[in-house]
């Protein structure tokens, strides 16, 4: 499903044999490290956080967004951290996420009807017929896009960037730093850590290098099996383009290519579950995709909208509780709350993701499990994509700073009073 035509077979195959052929954007180690982090998260002792953009678009991949959107991610984990007692798995769709399912194949683009832009990796997103056709030389650009993305976000987390005695280093030009719980939170940081590091209890190093992760949707089959790499030392194949990847609601059908591909990687599998999984479907996928019921490889991402997930989560929940299998369950509150505005442009409210995930927490702690985690798109920079949050963003709004490539994103300050409000409900 999902697949673009490619009218050149023999362009596609130069192209996939070049790619298979590069070094790989991630090691086997830190996939590993990153499924048994998620296996504590699973058990309720760490919490996910995965957020990023839509569709990561090629002209982005400048300084300002990935420090933007590190920033942001970072400023989240510590309100969540903090305020949650957690500690925080980051992991950003960021550096590959490329790929975009969508519904319909063709969208009308100031009035006229033009093939789905289907993300970078594909095609591209101006209103041109030709700029629309599927090209294989994209694979290539997305490939050197991921990596330098990922290069500069390895640079800015080893190299102080993340330190938490230097928070004012993550301040966005856009004045998250505005939040007043922001502030209040980082004062009480820096207190605690004075006091520990008065006692001796921790290292600084601890403190200044952090783990950050990438993921994305492993959409583009003939594109991920191309990073996708045998490890002699593990007897297992890794997809090697990235930490984790997830299987998206249009394309994990039992019998599909995208769960016969994934079932043979070693990567964590994240699976987002909408309205239309019923209990038998969901634990066929898990037998299919985790026949070993291993700690760490399955995240559940539950994406139903505030309107449904009250009659849709439950019984899906009981399915898998009473298999005994140790998912990670997280929400994905973005993408069942879409909506549009009076001026047509896509929005989802801040009003809506929240209800979706107080009700998610609600419903889990009522049946006796946990959530032990967030998906969230989301971007550093100060959009008018999302309406509400403390801004007061209104459909009016939207036209003012609309960036997005395909679904609209929190902004940074949206995103970290989200934080926060996620932060109470870890404590219940
Ligand atoms: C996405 O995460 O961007 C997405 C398309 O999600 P879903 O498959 O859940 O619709
Ligand atoms: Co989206």
Not at 320 to 345: F, K, Y
Request: hydrophobic letters at 35%.
């Amino acid at each position: 499903m999902q697949q673009p035509d490619y009218a050149d077979p023999s362009e596609l195959e130069a192209v996939l044999a070049r790619l298979r052929r590069l070094p790989p954007l991630v090691v086997p180690q830190e996939v590993d490290r990153l499924r048994s982090l998620l296996a504590e998260a699973a058990a309720g002792r760490r919490f996910l956080l995965q957020g990023g953009d839509c569709a990561e678009q090629f002209k982005d991949c400048t300084p300002e967004s990935i420090e933007g959107k590190l920033r942001v991610l970072l400023q989240m984990s510590v309100a969540l951290t903090h305020g949650g007692r957690k500690p925080v798995v980051r992991v950003g769709r960021i550096a590959g996420q490329f790929a975009k399912p969508r519904s319909k194949p063709t969208e009308t683009v100031g009035g006229r009807d033009l093939p789905s832009y289907r993300g970078d990796l594909i095609n591209g997103l101006g209103a041109d017929e030709v700029v629309r056709r599927p090209d294989p030389g994209r694979m290539l650009e997305a490939y050197f896009h991921a990596s330098a993305t990922l290069n500069h976000l390895r640079a800015l987390t080893a190299g102080g960037f993340a330190d938490l005695h230097h928070p004012e280093r993550w301040e966005l030009p856009g004045g998250t730093g505005q939040v007043p719980e922001y502030r209040r939170t980082l004062d009480h940081v820096r207190e605690s850590l004075d006091f520990l590091e008065a006692l001796g209890g921790v290292q600084r190093d601890v403190l200044e290098r952090i783990d950050f992760f990438t993921s994305h949707e492993a959409l583009l089959l003939p594109y991920e099996e191309a990073l996708t790499r045998w490890v002699d030392d593990a007897s297992a194949y890794y997809n090697l383009g990235a930490h984790t990847l997830w299987v998206g609601e249009r394309t994990r059908q039992l019998d599909g290519a995208h769960i016969e591909y994934l079932r043979g990687l070693r990567n964590p599998i994240g699976v987002k579950v909408g309205p239309s999984a019923s209990p038998e479907h969901l634990l066929a996928l898990l037998e299919h995709l985790d026949p070993g019921r291993e700690p760490g490889r399955i995240t559940l991402i539950s994406r139903f909208g505030a309107a449904k997930i009250q009659a849709a989560l439950p019984p899906l929940l009981k399915a898998v509780q009473d298999t005994g299998r140790p998912v990670l369950w997280s929400c994905d509150p973005m993408h069942g709350n879409g909506i549009e505005s009076a001026g047509g442009l896509k929005t989802r409210d801040f009003g809506a993701i929240l209800s979706e995930l107080r009700q998610a927490f609600e419903i889990h702690r009522t049946h006796g499990s946990h959530l032990g985690g967030v998906h969230i798109e989301l971007t550093g920079e100060a959009v008018t994509e999302c309406t509400g949050g403390s801004e007061g963003l209104s459909e009016a709004d939207l036209a003012k700073s609309y960036e997005t490539g395909c679904d609209p994103r929190l902004n940074g300050t949206q995103s970290l009073e989200m934080a926060f409000l996620i932060a109470e409900m870890m404590r219940g």
